[in-house]
Every structure is written in structure tokens, then in C-alpha cells.
């Protein structure tokens, strides 16, 4: 069964920095995307950032600039490091593993679902 470990997270004042890690499988780190997202308190779950097996990124608006996704390919690891934190950056952040879906009948062939796998979360607190 797939596992995602995440570490990191914390309480810092406004300004500050933190960074988060979050370990895969080598399989699905090769094939597939891993994320971060994060939930408040009362509100939804929100994608904060997400990276692809081809090193695609992509970033939430609020996040842009003062957050980077980046990985470690031989540790099958992805990292967030958060600078410039913001009292609203404040919630439950979790490390997400897309699936990886055999094709049937196409050899090695797969396709690649969206988040699938979930980390137990880490808390982010921002003081001001």
C-alpha cells in the first residue's frame, strides 16, 4: 500500500519561515504528481501547490512567490518551503500522491489519477 510520510510544519510568527517534506514510494514519485494542500479551520481543503514527474509545478495564487515546491528525486521526496508567512497561511497542510492506474491489456502502460493518497497532515500556525 502506498504511503505518503510527511514532516516538518510548525508554529512561527509572521514573516517567518518553515519548510515541510513529504516522502513516496520510488514508483509513484516516477510516474506520478505529489501536491500539498491545506485545510483551515472551517474551510475547504485548497490545492497550495503540486508538482509533476516531468518537475511541472504549479501554485496557488495566494502562495505564489513566497512558496517553492521542489523534490528529490533519489529520496523520492518533495519539499514546501514557505517564506514570508502569513497569519492566513495558518492551517492542516497534507502531502497528497496521485494514483497510478494500470492501462489493462496495454503492457506498462498507465494513467495518472488526481490526488489519491493522503499524509496525516501537519500543523502550520502563523502568529502575529
Known amino acids: 500500500q502506498v504511503q505518503v510520510m510527511e514532516s516538518g510544519g510548525g508554529s512561527v510568527q509572521a514573516g517567518g519561515s518553515l519548510e515541510l517534506s513529504c516522502a513516496t514510494s520510488?514508483?509513484?514519485?516516477?510516474?506520478?504528481?505529489m501536491g500539498w494542500y491545506r485545510q483551515a479551520p472551517e474551510k475547504e481543503r485548497e490545492m497550495v501547490s503540486t508538482i509533476k514527474s516531468d518537475g511541472t509545478t504549479a501554485y496557488a495564487d495566494s502562495v505564489k512567490v513566497r512558496f517553492t515546491i521542489s523534490r528529490d528525486v533519489d529520496m523520492a521526496t518533495i519539499y514546501l518551503h514557505m517564506a514570508d508567512l502569513r497569519v492566513e497561511d495558518t492551517a492542516m497542510y497534507y502531502c497528497?500522491?496521485?494514483?497510478?492506474?494500470?492501462?489493462?491489456?496495454?503492457?506498462?502502460?498507465?494513467?495518472?489519477?488526481?490526488?489519491?493518497?493522503w499524509g496525516q497532515g501537519t500543523q502550520v500556525t502563523v502568529s502575529s
Open positions: 497528497s500522491a496521485d494514483g497510478v492506474v494500470p492501462i489493462e491489456g496495454y503492457g506498462n502502460a498507465y494513467y495518472c489519477t488526481g490526488p489519491y493518497t
Open positions: 520510488g514508483v509513484i514519485f516516477r510516474r506520478c504528481g
